[in-house]
């Protein structure tokens, strides 16, 4: 098989931006309603982050005593540190602009100011 064909084929930009958002978004739905899946969705969007970022994170994951947790039965103490670990994460991706690029700046003009999109 000519894998240059096949790859060829099928190249294109991969959707980083929006696999980044979906994750996000599960993440915050299974902090509410399943400890097991948030604490494994914080651990997998490290493994998404670029080198430096998950480098960084994973330090700071074994800082806090997260090595070898198991995924069932997740107490508050725990839920605490993976807590921190994503605020650690996001803080990080937020200082390489890959979340949070794109802010709204209101002119201030009564009811009928537009919104003003500014990227970075």
Same mark, same amino acid.
């Given at each position: ?41 914080? !651990?997998? /969007?490290?493994? %998404?982050?670029?080198? #430096?970022?998950?480098?960084?994170? &994973?330090?700071? +994951?074994?800082?806090?005593? @997260? ?15 993976? !807590?921190? /670990?994503?605020? %650690?994460?996001?803080? #990080?991706?937020?200082?390489?602009? &890959?979340?949070? +690029?794109?802010?709204?700046? @209101? ?14």
């Amino acid at each position: 098989m000519d894998y240059n064909v096949y790859f060829t084929k099928w190249k294109r930009d991969i959707p980083a931006e929006r696999l980044l958002e979906f994750h996000l978004n599960r993440v915050a739905e299974y902090r509410d309603t399943d400890r097991a899946k948030y604490a494994s969705s914080v !651990d997998t /969007l490290i493994i %998404f982050c670029p080198k #430096r970022i998950r480098e960084s994170a &994973l330090e700071y +994951r074994r800082k806090l005593g @997260l090595d070898g947790v198991r995924y069932r039965g997740i107490d508050d103490e725990k839920m605490w540190k993976y !807590d921190d /670990l994503l605020m %650690f994460t996001l803080e #990080r991706l937020e200082d390489e602009s &890959l979340i949070f +690029r794109k802010r709204e700046i @209101l002119e201030y003009g009564g009811l009928d100011a537009k919104p003003e999109r500014i990227t970075y």
